[in-house]
């Protein structure tokens, strides 16, 4: 995969088998914690939920953040070589494992925001210090004008600013998330359409321009509805 990528042959993601799909994915948790469960549920994250994780074939690499303000308290995403590995008999026998830890901690979830997604697109590489996480979506039918938008207008000019490690557009696949049994599925509250991932060396340098080009977007020339903008700061970063 380039280091600037867009769809596989040019094809819609959601176009793609399973099996065939070789799109890099993401899944993507945010959610508050009830405060009496907070240290427990960081210690669980740590020492349970990312090593078994990333003992799942597929799985490559996971990381963890904290809001700064707004957006909810933690974020969590896994990066994965494909969906595939959602679908495999580790992962699996890793959800169908409901252990005492794992269900107790998980009863102090709030506001469970969880989503797979696909990477159609994504720049630079590395990790960064912090992350602004822009929630989206396609105007209908525009979704091919927003990537080009997105690759070839936009990220340059959030570029420009300076301070960006990596950037990323994570398209959520409602059938698969959907399909996919998710621990405490009473808490899954919301749901996420398209993410823009900005890591980031230096919020405060990247924060005021990256709101002001946002804002000014006009929705009925580019087809992009801008939503939420979170951010935060990393806690942990895990790599097999």
Request: net charge negative; aromatic share 8%.
């Amino acid at each position: 995969m380039s280091s600037d990528n867009l769809a596989v042959n040019g094809a819609p993601p959601a176009a793609l088998s399973i099996a065939a799909d070789d799109v890099p994915a993401t899944v993507l948790a945010l959610n508050e914690v009830t405060p009496e469960l907070e240290d427990e549920f960081n210690r669980w994250y740590e020492e349970d939920a990312i090593p078994a994780r990333l003992s799942i074939p597929g799985y490559l690499s996971a990381q963890r953040y904290h809001a700064v303000v707004d957006g909810r308290s933690y974020m969590a995403f896994y990066r994965c070589k494909s969906v595939a590995a959602l679908f495999s008999p580790e992962y699996k026998r890793y959800m169908s494992d409901l252990t005492a830890w794992r269900m107790s901690v998980r009863r102090g979830f709030r506001s469970l925001q969880w989503s797979v997604c696909r990477e159609t697109w994504s720049t630079g590489s590395g990790v960064g210090g912090c992350a602004v996480i822009v929630q989206c979506s396609p105007v209908k039918g525009r979704e091919a004008h927003v990537r080009t938008f997105l690759r070839d207008e936009l990220a340059p000019r959030i570029r420009r600013q300076g301070g960006i490690v990596r950037m990323a557009l994570w398209e959520a696949d409602p059938e698969i998330t959907a399909s996919v049994d998710v621990s405490s599925r009473e808490n899954l509250e919301h749901y996420t359409n398209w993410v823009i991932c900005i890591e980031s060396s230096d919020l405060m340098k990247i924060v005021p321009g990256l709101q002001a080009e946002l804002l000014s977007l006009d929705s009925t020339e580019t087809g992009l509805v801008v939503g939420s903008i979170m951010r935060y700061t990393l806690l942990s970063a895990h790599f097999k």
